[in-house]
């Protein structure tokens, strides 16, 4: 399965980005979507999630600056990031967390990644 991510670059410090990702509809309208960000040297860590409801969750370090929103029609989770600051540089991976069930009952829980986008705040 494939996620498609994209949007990162290059940005001064107080400047804007939004990255976007988009899902195959059979795991987008199943799943709770996420964006993920890795610096160097440090651990992958949750940034955002947007539940198929539209319950949103943030890392206590971008609320208020990032804004995660879902187009069920487009098969599409946004990133909206404003005030970034250096510390945000990473690169940036979304994510689809969900599950189905198979004919005869059975579930199935699935974690599925894009590719990764580079997101650099520097002067």
């Known amino acids: 399965v494939q996620l498609q991510a994209s949007g990162g670059g290059l940005v001064q410090p107080g400047g804007s980005l939004r990255l976007s990702c988009v899902a195959p509809?059979?795991?987008?309208?199943?799943?709770?979507m996420g964006w993920y960000r890795q610096a160097p040297g440090k651990q992958r860590e949750l940034v955002a999630s947007?539940?198929?409801?539209?319950?949103?969750d943030y890392a206590d370090s971008v609320k208020g600056r990032f804004t995660i929103s879902r187009d069920n029609a487009e098969n599409t989770v946004y990133l909206h990031m404003n005030s970034l600051e250096p510390e945000d540089t990473a690169v940036y991976y979304c994510?689809?967390?969900?599950?189905?069930?198979?004919?005869?009952?059975?579930?199935?829980?699935?974690?599925?990644w894009g590719q990764g986008t580079q997101v650099t705040v520097s002067s």
């Open positions: 994510n689809a967390d969900g599950y189905y069930y198979t004919d005869d009952g059975a579930p199935v829980v699935f974690k599925y």
């Open positions: 509809e059979r795991i987008f309208s199943k799943s709770k």
């Open positions: 947007v539940t198929s409801g539209g319950i949103t």
